[in-house]
């Protein structure tokens, strides 16, 4: 018998990347009213960015530790690499038995959208990880926000807040509040 993937019709497939390109352009969607910042991202934009989110954010360009709806973020960069990621601790990966294992999974494909359920240090994190210099402040606040959403939703609907792909297992709009206040609080720059 033929694996699960090799028995899709050409038709099922199109279908399937025309509904994943469609998600990519919505979940990348804003208010055309709200100027996104150009330019090449760097650490001294963000760290006014982070800033401005937490006025008592603690760190240094490059290592940042602040604090988003009492949760703890840390933000790391390397310029010269042009690397950014954005990751917050979850649980011990040893409390993660084989179905909550499948449903991350199920999650990354279609309501983790941008950040990801991962595994790193034996803990469970809620992880984005982007391009340093191709960073705008939208999609930097829009990428805390959906971290930050990963880690209320982990045990209920996994969703990162942004819009669900619905050619996945999960269903529904969550958590798009958090990203859309962090959008406007960070660009009152």
Do not use: C
């Not at 390109?21 to 996104?36: I, R, S």
């Not at 991962?118 to 971290?147: E, V």
């Not at 609907?157 to 509040?177: C, M, P, V, Y």
């Amino acid at each position: 018998m033929a694996p699960a993937y090799r028995t899709y019709s050409v038709y099922s497939l199109f279908i399937l990347f025309s509904l994943l390109t469609m998600t990519a352009t919505f979940a990348g969607a804003v208010d055309d009213n709200q100027p996104a910042k150009k330019g090449k991202m760097n650490n001294a934009r963000l760290d006014l960015l982070i800033r401005k989110i937490d006025k008592d954010a603690n760190g240094k360009p490059g290592f940042w530790r602040f604090s988003v709806e009492d949760t703890i973020v840390t933000v790391v960069t390397d310029e010269r690499a042009d690397r950014m990621r954005i990751i917050i601790p979850i649980v011990e990966a040893k409390e993660l038995d084989e179905k909550m294992m499948f449903r991350l999974l199920q999650a990354n494909f279609d309501s983790a959208l941008d950040a990801r359920y991962s595994i790193a240090k034996g803990l469970l994190w809620s992880a984005y990880i982007h391009p340093l210099s191709s960073l705008d402040d939208i999609t930097f606040l829009s990428a805390i926000g959906q971290s930050v959403n990963l880690l209320k939703t982990y045990g209920s609907n996994f969703s990162s807040g942004a819009l669900i792909f619905k050619g996945g297992d999960s269903e529904g709009l969550q958590r798009r509040q958090l990203i859309d206040e962090l959008i406007k609080k960070g660009l009152a720059i």
